[in-house]
């Protein structure tokens, strides 16, 4: 069988009508369909939308997230993808994979699309989005779900693009008002696509003529001054920045451009955090200068679409190493690697390979493509099960990144969420050790000191926190609970009122001193408390167990029921309103009620004690 006839096969099995974009659906499918059963991470997923997940489950909230910033970021776009995904799943981590996979392979698709329409040959187009699509460096923005704000970013990026060529084509002004849609949402996915207008004005304005350039450039700048005024809004201050020492920014910044290209290139020692401390610099540079010298010995046969891609390439990577070097610790995620790339793709569609193919081999770059194609599903393979759940995550960022606190921080929570306290003090004692003035760190070791009943060091650390960061709020809060647990009501209220004099809509502070009105003896001021808790989280079930509790005290059996059965709704897994229901159906002599709530709780507490909570071992 000769090459012809070879290549012939090989069009026509993946290359004919709409078979590429099928056959990248397929390979994506396949090869990170096991991405489906991971769970949540540890880095970020608390903070963007599990501590707000019955936020998202309301239908109500979707227009909210455009007046809303969420854990320091104003991207209401990627904030409105976690809607469904909550909505479906009910909290389950299945559809957040399922949307980030989906994100994945749309834009590889597009990815796809875009080469073509660059006058790329279909069969180039199709093997530089088989590699986009199975990169390791892309596995981060699949299967760890906060990186989809890259893929979607990209979505948008190639699809404002695209639709630019298509305004240009036709000049049709609707396809014009799809640009500007397009990337208004890539500006409200994430800040980076302010990158967009600069690369379309330095590549693409020789392609219209003034009139249309100005008015395109009066579009972008609106636009953009929107999004940058409601932003600004929203969000003050980058807490994570240092321009402190402006020469360590500068070499944080090219070494971060260093390892971001080396691994874009050929990506080996990666990591989960990635810090300039924990990564060394000459593997990369010896990768980078491999790279150049080939672009030199074997050149490139359409100069124009270089450069396209070099732009492209440079301009979408500068926000990622500057958020390196600006940043405290020196962290470059490689998810932020997804969009710039792609102008690398392009800058490869431009060696000659016939060039390489008469020079050294003519087989040598089908082979070179399809070994680097294995390695890279290998390696991909390889590294997406370290995101299967919070605790091999944590485990892997110590083991790749082992004098970053945050991966000392991370692991220790992961154990704690496990019970595993004493574990969980150690690694926070480690990150402490390493960054002394991380008041997360010290929150959550106190935490798990609380858990282990070592009161006093609990509140040692809490007080830490706080020293460091003076409105802490939830580090008031659970010191306040220590405090009312050790019979000091006076310093437990005092820790719940500052944290309401500074945060009035601080639900649980509410419902916290409450509590500890209730244990005073203050029952009206509980209340009081506990409607207040109420009106402002209408979803907050200790609020309304607790206020069921008091109802219950006070004989008015209605309304206790009435809370503990909407206690039970937002949350079936909390047993205290299931066992003040039980008390209720008791005093009405309704024994077949309690046994079934009884019964309920010894199903998911099989130690418990009916007699401890009703005197008489249950309603039997």
């Known amino acids: ?162 639709i630019l060529f298509q305004f240009r084509k036709t000049h049709n002004r609707s396809w014009f008002y799809a640009h500007l849609l397009t990337y208004g949402c890539a500006l409200f996915t994430k800040e980076n696509a302010i990158i967009i207008p600069v690369f379309l004005y330095a590549m693409l304005s020789d392609y219209f003529n003034r009139r249309v350039s100005r008015w395109i450039l009066a579009a972008w700048g609106i636009l953009t001054g929107v999004w940058f005024i409601i932003q600004r809004s929203l969000v003050n201050e980058f807490s994570v920045t240092d321009f402190s020492h402006p020469g360590a920014s500068i070499i944080r910044f090219f070494q971060a451009w260093i390892f971001n290209t080396g691994k874009m290139i050929f990506p080996f020692r990666q990591a989960l955090l990635p810090t300039t401390t924990d990564t060394p610099v000459f593997p990369y540079l010896w990768v980078i200068i491999f790279f150049i010298s080939i672009v030199l010995y074997f050149g490139v046969y359409r100069r124009r679409l270089f450069l396209f891609g070099l732009v492209w390439y440079i301009l979408f990577l500068i926000i990622p190493s500057l958020w390196s070097s600006i940043d405290k610790i020196g962290e470059y995620y490689e998810h932020r690697l997804y969009l710039p790339l792609i102008g690398l793709l392009i800058m490869v569609s431009t060696i000659s390979v016939r060039k390489i193919s008469l020079k050294v081999n003519t087989v040598l770059p089908v082979v070179t493509g399809v070994i680097t194609l294995l390695i890279f599903i290998g390696l991909t393979n390889s590294r997406s099960q370290l995101y299967a759940d919070k605790l091999t995550f944590a485990e892997a960022c110590v083991k790749e990144s082992p004098t970053h606190a945050r991966s000392y921080k991370l692991l220790g929570t992961a154990l704690a969420e496990e019970g595993r306290y004493e574990e969980a003090v150690i690694n926070f004692d480690h990150s402490i050790l390493l960054n002394p003035d991380d008041e997360a760190s010290y929150y959550n070791r106190g935490s798990s000191l609380f858990q282990l009943g070592d009161f006093q060091k609990a509140i040692a650390d809490y007080t830490h926190a706080i020293n460091i960061k003076p409105v802490y709020f939830e580090a008031y809060n659970n010191r306040g609970i220590i405090f009312g647990n050790l019979g000091q009501p006076i310093k437990a209220k005092a820790d719940f009122d500052f944290v309401i004099a500074n945060d009035p809509k601080n639900d649980k502070a509410y419902n916290n001193k409450g509590l500890n009105y209730y244990r005073m003896g203050k029952i009206t001021e509980a209340l009081d408390c506990f409607d207040t808790a109420i009106e402002l989280n209408d979803q907050l079930e200790f609020a309304f167990n607790n206020r069921g509790q008091i109802y219950l005290d006070l004989d008015q059996l209605e309304r206790a029921i009435h809370d503990f059965n909407r206690a039970i709704e937002l949350n079936p897994l909390y047993l205290s309103p299931v066992i003040g229901r039980a008390k209720i159906y008791l005093k009405l002599k309704l024994d077949n009620l309690a046994q079934k709530d009884i019964d309920y709780v010894k199903k998911l507490q099989p130690d418990f004690s009916p007699a401890e909570f009703f005197g008489t071992g249950g309603a039997r």
Do not use: E
């Not at 991470?41 to 939308?49: A, E, G, I, T, V």
């Not at 936020?55 to 469904?84: C, D």
């Not at 996979?101 to 749309?106: D, E, G, K, M, Q």
């Open 1 to 162: 069988m000769d090459k012809s006839h070879v290549s012939q096969i090989f069009n026509n099995i993946f290359l004919t009508s709409n078979s590429p974009s099928l056959w990248l659906c397929l390979f994506g499918i396949t090869l990170y369909l096991h991405t489906l059963n991971f769970g949540f991470s540890p880095l970020d997923d608390n903070y963007l939308y599990l501590d707000n997940l019955r936020w998202f489950m309301q239908f109500k909230n979707i227009l909210s997230v455009f007046t809303t910033s969420i854990a320091g970021f104003y991207r209401p776009v990627l904030f409105l993808s976690f809607f469904p995904d909550a909505l479906t799943g009910s909290g389950s981590p299945l559809p957040f994979h399922l949307t980030n996979l989906t994100f994945h392979i749309i834009a590889s698709i597009m990815l796809f699309q875009l080469l073509l329409r660059l006058d790329i040959s279909k069969f180039t187009s199709f093997f530089l989005s088989l590699i986009f699509l199975v990169h390791p460096v892309n596995i981060q923005t699949i299967a760890w779900i906060p990186g989809r704000n890259d893929s979607l970013l990209a979505i948008f990026t190639i699809g404002t693009i695209l």
